[in-house]
């Protein structure tokens, strides 16, 4: 197992390109609500120094909004953005996050308010360069909020 995965130190995990491209395939995506200048997915995108948790997550029509947050202690917070962004906007909005189903955020913010889809297997996360790190010691889920 990689220990760095389990360290709260190190927030930036970034999606596989390969998953990512099936999702965008999917959604369409027009905004990364927490990416670096390196790691983003989208043109459009918040970085830590943008603090999406402060900005509105609008997109144009037809188009959504992709997040994969820190996955420290913050991360009950992106969730709540998530949803009440996607109840404010109305728009899609697409988070990759652990599947923790016994948190209070699940129970407040996903659990009966958004699509869930369990991941198979672990996934492999990358750093900022596209090197993979070896499975998450986590399953994953991707919530998906249609306003």
């Known amino acids: ?4 995965l389990l360290s709260s130190k ?23 609500a927490a990416a670096t200048k390196k790691s983003t ?7 830590p120094e943008d603090d999406g948790l402060k900005q509105p997550w609008d997109v144009p029509p037809g188009y959504a909004v992709f997040c994969n947050p ?10 709540k953005k998530a949803y ?11 988070l990759l996050i652990p599947a ?17 889809r369990f991941v198979e297997g672990r996934l492999k996360f990358t ?3 596209g090197n993979s790190f070896g499975p998450a010691p986590f399953p994953s889920m991707v919530v998906i909020y249609n306003g």
């Open 1 to 4: 197992m990689d220990s760095v």
């Open 10 to 32: 190190k927030m930036d995990y970034c999606t596989p390109q390969d998953f990512f491209d099936e999702l965008d395939g999917e959604f369409v995506f027009a905004l990364d």
């Open 41 to 47: 997915k989208c043109i459009r995108y918040f970085t």
């Open 70 to 79: 820190p996955y420290g202690r913050q991360i009950g917070e992106w969730v």
């Open 84 to 94: 009440d962004e996607s109840v404010r906007t109305g728009g899609t909005i697409v």
């Open 100 to 116: 923790r189903t016994d948190t209070k955020y699940f129970h407040r913010y996903i659990y009966g308010k958004a699509e869930i």
């Open 127 to 129: 750093d900022e360069d």
